[in-house]
């Protein structure tokens, strides 16, 4: 075959290449395609490519999307490292949950250089096992991305329960499933509050609000509440409420849960306003709370929802 026809063969080859890969390319990759380090540094010295990391070059020079990032990721850490974490989870389409730094799942034993924006997770366990199916970038199956994730990265238990929460009511898995993986991943950090969650999760539990209501009422024999029951406001439009208990005289409890965000003026302001035109049947009452108290101090939660009378065993308080 003549020079001629070698370099557009090997052109495009290197254009599927990028194509594929989001205009990011290893220098491995290079190589094997017959393109020497002098012709790439010729193509970044020319502003044409650019640097990533010292084994990763784009052909493209302004930032790079989170796709592109990705692939800087998986590439830099090279042959059988995956995304992994809550990159993956994005990358299966969790929503939410979303973080700047790239994490990698790489072979414990093998060396890496570090690199800003990425976070090389090493890990012992059989990488086969892990890795994916879809087609494209590397990636490791949803449930053991979120559980290790969940076991050794998440700042606090009620992280890791709520991003697992948030998995199955995305439709990302199941609980059954992220069950299996528990005991598939063994021995796994958290594992015990793993499968507690994954049991409240599995009766409907989508947040991890909602996990800590289920404790609170196991640990105050309290019944169950409705979770995200639908209700209109005066003008019509819908909403949900956090949980409701129905009371035995006909009347209605709401519990409505605040996250961090709420402690905005402005916010808490648009609750007060839904709260009030709200339409509930016979409403008892709205018991707020926030997150921090139903996880640290679940008793006075639980304490103010008996007082309006929601059955349950306060230790301490005369029922």
């Known amino acids: 075959?003549?020079?001629?026809?070698?370099?557009?063969?090997?052109?495009?080859?290197?254009?599927?290449?990028?194509?594929?890969?989001?205009?990011?390319?290893?220098?491995?990759?290079?190589?094997?395609?017959?393109?020497?380090?002098?012709?790439?540094?010729?193509?970044?010295?020319?502003?044409?490519?650019?640097?990533?990391?010292?084994?990763?070059?784009?052909?493209?020079?302004?930032?790079?999307?989170?796709?592109?990032?990705?692939?800087?990721?998986?590439?830099?850490?090279?042959?059988?490292?995956?995304?992994?974490?809550?990159?993956?989870?994005?990358?299966h389409g969790l929503t939410g949950w979303e973080r700047p730094v790239v994490t990698v799942l790489v072979d414990d034993e093998l060396s890496y250089d570090p690199t800003n924006g990425i976070r090389l997770f090493r890990s012992r366990r059989p990488f086969p096992l892990m890795i994916g199916s879809r087609p494209g970038i590397a990636t490791a199956r949803v449930e053991p991305a979120l559980l290790l994730w969940a076991g050794y990265h998440a700042s606090t238990t009620r992280a890791a329960e709520g991003v697992l929460a948030a998995a199955v009511a995305q439709r990302l898995t199941t609980a059954q499933r992220l069950y299996e993986e528990v005991e598939a991943l063994r021995p796994l950090r958290r594992a015990r509050h793993f499968r507690a969650a994954l049991a409240v999760i599995d009766a409907g539990a989508h947040s991890s609000a909602e996990i800590d209501v289920a404790r609170m009422c196991r640990l105050f024999a309290m019944p169950a509440p409705a979770r995200q029951t639908p209700r209109e406001e005066r003008d019509g439009r819908r909403r949900r409420t956090d949980c409701e208990w129905d009371l035995p005289d006909g009347g209605t409890v709401v519990l409505e849960v605040e996250g961090p965000g709420h402690l905005d003026v402005r916010v808490a302001d648009d609750d007060i306003r839904r709260q009030r035109r709200l339409t509930v049947p016979r409403?008892?009452?709205?018991?707020?709370?926030?997150?921090?108290?139903?996880?640290?101090?679940?008793?006075?939660?639980?304490?103010?929802?008996?007082?309006?009378?929601?059955?349950?065993?306060?230790?301490?308080?005369?029922?």
């Open 1 to 91: 075959m003549p020079s001629d026809d070698l370099r557009g063969a090997r052109r495009g080859r290197l254009e599927r290449l990028l194509v594929a890969q989001e205009s990011i390319v290893a220098r491995r990759q290079l190589t094997a395609l017959g393109i020497d380090w002098d012709a790439a540094r010729a193509n970044v010295v020319a502003g044409r490519w650019a640097v990533r990391t010292p084994r990763v070059l784009s052909t493209v020079t302004g930032a790079l999307t989170i796709g592109q990032r990705r692939w800087v990721g998986v590439l830099h850490a090279g042959p059988g490292s995956m995304l992994g974490g809550l990159t993956a989870a994005a990358q």
């Open 283 to 319: 409403w008892r009452c709205v018991v707020r709370c926030s997150a921090r108290e139903l996880r640290h101090e679940p008793h006075e939660v639980a304490i103010d929802l008996v007082g309006y009378g929601v059955p349950g065993r306060i230790p301490g308080v005369a029922s």
